[in-house]
């Protein structure tokens, strides 16, 4: 049973563009959630989807935006970046919505770099 | 506020030697708490996950425990291999319906030969 995919794994990008992150859940999991690891404040939840539908959402600024396709895939999209969004972004798929009894499984990360 | 607090920040042992890291959190109302381990560069990997009946999990050399009156949990390692030297994060969510999980800051593990 293939993992949770994560592409890409590293992004260089310039402060004021915009990127797309992609997240492929293991199959038969409808939850997609997102996170971002910084040295200075460890994870932070971002959102999650399920079903095609954000069901939660962390404590971030509108440019932090995702969406979730029927196929369960998910995308994180971050306009007009800056300097302090560089940092690991991973997702996670479960079963049964995010962080309830059934098990989290992680992707490896996209490690994005904001120049 | 809702907070989750691991000592220590940092730990180095001898291989073969047993830790135990610490978690405190003051998350209401509880739902569950996870540990993970996370390899540098890497997605984290679940240990365990425990519910507010449970009081013990274990996964190999691997054992938690979970104090739901005192809001405490620890990870003990037993006969620790090089391959532990990694982060340790315990998670605690809370909630029902709006859904909260809080990631404590984690303890950088140090296996030294």
């Known amino acids: 049973k293939a993992g949770v995919t994560q592409t890409p794994r590293y992004l260089i990008k310039t402060r004021g563009q915009q990127v797309t992150l992609s997240c492929s859940p293991i199959?038969?999991?409808?939850?997609v959630s997102w996170y971002q690891q910084t040295p200075g404040q460890g994870l932070q939840f971002l959102f999650e989807y399920f079903s095609e539908t954000q069901r939660n959402k962390g404590n971030f600024p509108g440019r932090f935006s995702g969406r979730q396709f029927s196929n369960s895939r998910s995308e994180m999209n971050v306009s007009t970046l800056e300097l302090g969004d560089s940092a690991l972004y991973l997702c996670?798929?479960?079963?049964?919505?995010?962080?309830?009894?059934?098990?989290?499984?992680f992707g490896q990360g996209t490690r994005l770099t904001v120049v | 506020k809702n907070q989750v607090e691991q000592s220590p920040q940092s730990l180095i042992i001898l291989e073969g030697k047993n830790c135990t890291l610490q978690c405190n959190y003051t998350v209401s109302p509880f739902s569950n708490l996870r540990w993970y381990k996370q390899d540098t560069g890497r997605g984290p990997v679940s240990l365990t996950i425990?519910?507010?009946?449970?009081n013990t999990k274990s996964n190999g050399r691997y054992t938690a425990t979970l104090d739901a009156d005192t809001k405490q949990s620890s990870l003990h390692i037993t006969a620790s291999q090089l391959s532990d030297s990694a982060s340790y994060i315990c998670v605690v969510s809370a909630g029902t319906g709006g859904f909260k999980t809080i990631f404590g800051a984690g303890t950088r593990l140090f296996v030294k030969a």
């Open positions: 996670a798929s479960s079963q049964d919505r995010a962080m309830t009894d059934t098990e989290a499984f």
């Open positions: 425990m519910t507010f009946s449970e």
């Open positions: 199959s038969g999991h409808r939850s």
